[in-house]
């Protein structure tokens, strides 16, 4: 299958990570998928799809996360593109602006997000964040801290928010 006239081409990359492995999809010249192999809701490759690594924003990707996971970057750089509906577009803007080693409860990001009162409707737009680590969903916490809805799995979340330093509270497990 040959993309349509006028259509950026997916391309994608496999990629190490301390959690195991992730993919990452570009479609055109931005980021639009990232996340690790057997989560809940990961994009596996289509036959129309090329691996590209050296494809310049999944380079730029694989080089941001060796830096994350070093412990060097705090915040990614790079241009997405995330398929949702507004409101889960709305709710990922918003986790995006959560700082490195901070969380937040699922009813604050819904207030931010313009719909207080729908943390249940954030969190499901938060477990639909295509962007795994780069637009940072395992931030969001249930009220009082506890680690609740990863769908790269709690473990992963737990690793992350450690490895930023995050408050002990939104660590302990739920």
């Known amino acids: 299958m040959t993309p349509r006239k006028g259509a950026a081409m997916t391309r994608y990359a496999r990629l190490a990570s301390p959690l195991g492995p ?19 809701y990961a994009r596996p490759p289509e036959p129309s799809w090329a691996e590209d690594p050296a494809w310049p924003v999944l380079r730029a990707c694989a080089a941001q996360l060796a830096e994350y996971f070093a412990g060097e970057r705090g915040r990614f750089d790079l241009p997405l593109a995330p398929r949702g509906t507004p409101f889960q577009k709305r709710v990922w803007a ?11 409860p699922y009813a604050e990001l819904a207030r931010r997000a313009g719909a207080p009162g729908s943390a249940r409707a954030a969190g499901a737009a938060t477990g639909r964040n295509p962007l795994a680590i780069v637009v940072p969903c395992h931030r969001i916490v249930a009220t009082g ?3 609740t809805g990863y769908a790269g799995g709690l473990a992963r979340k737990e690793f992350l928010l450690a490895l930023e330093g995050a408050p002990l509270a939104a660590r302990a497990a739920a």
């Open 22 to 40: 992730l993919i990452a999809i570009a479609e055109g010249e931005a980021l639009a998928a990232l996340d690790f192999t057997d989560a809940k």
């Open 94 to 104: 918003e986790i995006a602006k959560v700082p490195y080693g901070e969380t937040i």
């Open 145 to 147: 801290g506890a680690l």
